[in-house]
T-cell receptor, first 114, second 119 residues
Framework: DSGVTQTPKHLITATGQRVTLRCSPRSGDLSVYWYQQSLDQGLQFLIQYYNGEERAKGNILERFSAQQFPDLHSELNLSSLELGDSALYFC?????????????FGPGTRLTVL | AQKVTQAQTEISVVEKEDVTLDCVYE???????LFWYKQPPSGELVFLIR????DEQNEISGRYSWNFQKSTSSFNFTITASQVVDSAVYFC????????????????WGLGTSLAVNP
């Protein structure tokens, strides 16, 4: 158990809908990262938050948005869903520090868009 | 641009065989980190090892060993005496180094190697 929690574990929805994925980082971790794992593109970085502020964006679609709340949990919002958005979405967190700290991954949310 | 290549898509071995998973990376950074993660059939990502670019010492952890060679930009992973429980997808990843807390240290991933260890 990495200490990172993600809910829900599975999500099945229809095209055009909007969903919210939730992530709670490990206690004390200020950085949260979101990744998407799809069959055709593999694992891709989406976005990073640090202590409530967006720090970096990767291959995140405009239909997707995220935020990190004062209690440090993060939500990834996916709207106008398309079939191609079906994927495993991972959240990771890392501790604050000047040296590198591993990213610990949650169990993922498997999104299926029908 | 940073890139990680895992040329082996699938490998199948018989239990107790040794197997090496290849990883080749590209980066312009002089300081960077390399990682291996394991993704078993249950789907979670399990951290295996981190290596920074200044440390080319090989590392051994039980049946696992890693060979980092900057000259060939490779970071290969060997499992000795493989077991059925080693069956998983293994990912190699790369990250830039940053010494400012909170800076982006996103992981750049290879496409993974699916390892099947058969009894």
């Amino acid at each position: 158990d990495s200490g990172v929690t993600q809910t829900p574990k599975h999500l099945i929805t229809a095209t055009g809908q909007r969903v919210t994925l939730r992530c709670s980082p490990r206690s004390g971790d200020l950085s949260v990262y979101w990744y998407q794992q799809s069959l055709d593109q593999g694992l891709q970085f989406l976005i990073q938050y640090y202590n409530g502020e967006e720090r970096a964006k990767g291959n995140i679609l405009e239909r997707f948005s995220a935020q990190q709340f004062p209690d440090l949990h993060s939500e990834l919002n996916l709207s106008s869903l398309e079939l191609g958005d079906s994927a495993l979405y991972f959240c990771a967190s890392s501790v604050v520090g000047l040296s590198y700290n591993e990213q610990f991954f949650g169990p993922g949310t498997r999104l299926t868009v029908l | 641009a940073q890139k990680v290549t895992q040329a082996q898509t699938e490998i199948s071995v018989v239990e107790k065989e040794d197997v090496t998973l290849d990883c080749v990376y590209e980066t312009r950074d002089t300081t960077y980190y390399l990682f291996w993660y394991k993704q078993p059939p249950s789907g979670e990502l399990v951290f295996l090892i981190r290596r920074n670019s200044f440390d080319e010492q090989n590392e051994i952890s039980g049946r696992y060993s890693w060979n980092f060679q900057k000259s060939t930009s490779s970071f290969n992973f060997t499992i000795t005496a493989s077991q059925v429980v080693d069956s998983a997808v293994y990912f190699c990843a790369l990250s830039e180094a940053s010494y400012n807390a909170g800076n982006n240290r996103k992981l750049i991933w290879g496409l993974g190697t699916s390892l099947a260890v058969n009894p």
